[in-house]
């Protein structure tokens, strides 16, 4: 058991690392596009657009790929 928590704990601290490493203004110029139907602050501005603000960056990632 004490394997999988040290697994999971190396796999969370690489994956912020990697997640400083993104451009953040190369993210703000694709977000342009998305903010038309969600919002610069991710709440919806039409009643078919989900809110983005508040979910976690799993949801997100999955509801992306999909």
Not at 30 to 49: E, F, N, Q, W
Request: a positive charge.
């Amino acid at each position: 058991m004490r394997w999988v928590i040290l697994v999971l704990a190396a796999l969370a601290v690489g994956s912020t690392s990697a997640l400083a490493a993104g451009d953040a203004v190369a993210g703000k110029k694709k977000a342009i596009k998305c903010s038309v139907c969600h919002g610069m602050d991710g709440i919806a501005k039409t009643p078919l657009s989900s809110n983005l603000a508040g979910q976690s960056a799993i949801y997100l990632t999955r509801a992306f790929k999909a």
